[in-house]
């Protein structure tokens, strides 16, 4: 448990910025965390993940702890279900992986989100039809400051679109250390209404599709579309869908026939973000090395060495392109330091 200081954290944020950290811990297991905590006040940490959603415009002037405690067991197991229990450090893509490699399912629509799983239920992460919670258990979790340890369930969490309360009435007073998920071990829930999964599986001509082909699917629709951020830096959607009045979408949609959108309840409808962007004439739209991605206009990349301010000033432009045309403002979805 070495520490650093004035380490860059290029490697270890998926838009690649190159900023630095005062200090910087790696934590490969719970005792360890609980030992750093306890030298720290809560304001002199800084918490990392797998660094994929979040924008890191200036340097940390603080203690980065890395959570990287590594793990996963299979805690109760029948005929037709499993608890898994994943450590928080674990890459997510390679625990979805794990899962469907070994026959389970409920996670496969979930495949190729780059980040760690401890912080996976903090936005409660989401793709083609499949959320987090849709399978999640129960996450155990320390409290910075008091060192308790707590054991959330599903209902504690108040998981919503890329909400939870780790976001909202507990943000930043816990650190997840481990998560638990009940995964199918036969009948799975195979969820391929979301037509590109459809189409894609009918080209791997795949009639009966399990886990490993629904992940199959999922990866190769990602990868044509998504930036792999080991190519080119990126912290996946920038934005969030937003979430708009019927009748404001009714007034939209009488101008721009086209608009895509999602019915949320009676009153409110969800937009996505993407469209909005490539209508304002953005897409592939570039500053510098901080551009909107030419294939999927709600990713912001970086190309190489643009700042974390780059693509900040970048973001803040498209606010105001889409609010001028739309009349719609748009929430970042990923963290802005
Ligand atoms: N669209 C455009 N232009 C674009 C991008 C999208 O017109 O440049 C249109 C598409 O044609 C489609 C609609 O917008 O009609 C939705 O696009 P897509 O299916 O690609 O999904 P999305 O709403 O852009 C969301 C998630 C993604 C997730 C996909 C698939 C959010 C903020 N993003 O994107 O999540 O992979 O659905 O489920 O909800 C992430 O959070 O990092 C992420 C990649």
């Not at 962007?277 to 500053?287: F, N, V």
Request: overall charge neutral.
């Amino acid at each position: 448990m070495d520490a650093q200081t004035n380490l860059s954290l290029k490697n270890f944020n998926t838009f690649g910025i190159d900023v630095k950290a005062k200090q910087f811990i790696e934590i490969q297991s719970v005792d360890e965390l609980k030992h750093v905590l306890k030298r720290f006040y809560t304001e002199e940490i800084f918490v990392l993940g797998g660094g994929s959603n979040m924008l890191l415009t200036k340097d940390i002037e603080k203690t980065v702890l890395y959570i990287n405690n590594k793990g996963i067991s299979i805690i109760e197991e029948n005929k037709n279900e499993s608890i898994i229990e994943v450590q928080s450090g674990e890459n997510w893509h390679e625990f979805v992986m794990w899962t469907v490699n070994n026959g389970y399912g409920g996670l496969e629509n979930l495949a190729l989100i780059p980040g760690h799983v401890g912080t996976a239920p903090v936005q409660n992460i989401g793709a083609y039809g499949v959320e987090l919670k849709d399978t999640f258990v129960s996450c155990r979790a320390i409290h910075r400051q008091t060192l308790d340890e707590k054991l959330f369930h599903l209902e504690d969490c108040k998981f919503g679109y890329r909400q939870s309360v780790f976001k909202s009435l507990l943000k930043d007073q816990y650190i997840i250390t481990s998560v638990r998920f009940k995964l199918t071990n036969q009948n799975h829930k195979i969820q391929t209404e979301y037509g590109a999964i459809k189409s894609e599986l009918s080209k791997m001509q795949v009639g009966d599709p399990g886990p490993e082909e629904v992940a199959k699917a999922v990866i190769a629709i990602r990868q044509s579309k998504l930036p792999d951020p080991k190519e080119i830096g990126n912290s996946g959607s920038f934005f969030k869908n937003p979430v708009i009045p019927t009748n404001q979408f009714k007034d939209l949609k009488s101008v721009y026939e086209d608009i895509p959108s999602y019915n949320i309840d009676e009153n409110h409808v969800k937009v996505p973000a993407g469209w909005l962007i490539e209508h304002s004439g953005l897409k592939g739209y570039r500053e510098g090395d901080a551009g909107v991605h030419k294939k999927q206009a709600l990713v912001l990349v970086n190309y190489g060495n643009a700042s974390g301010q780059d693509i900040l000033n970048l973001s803040v432009k498209v606010q105001g392109k889409v609010r001028d045309k739309f009349g719609i403002s748009l929430e970042a979805e990923v963290n802005i330091f």
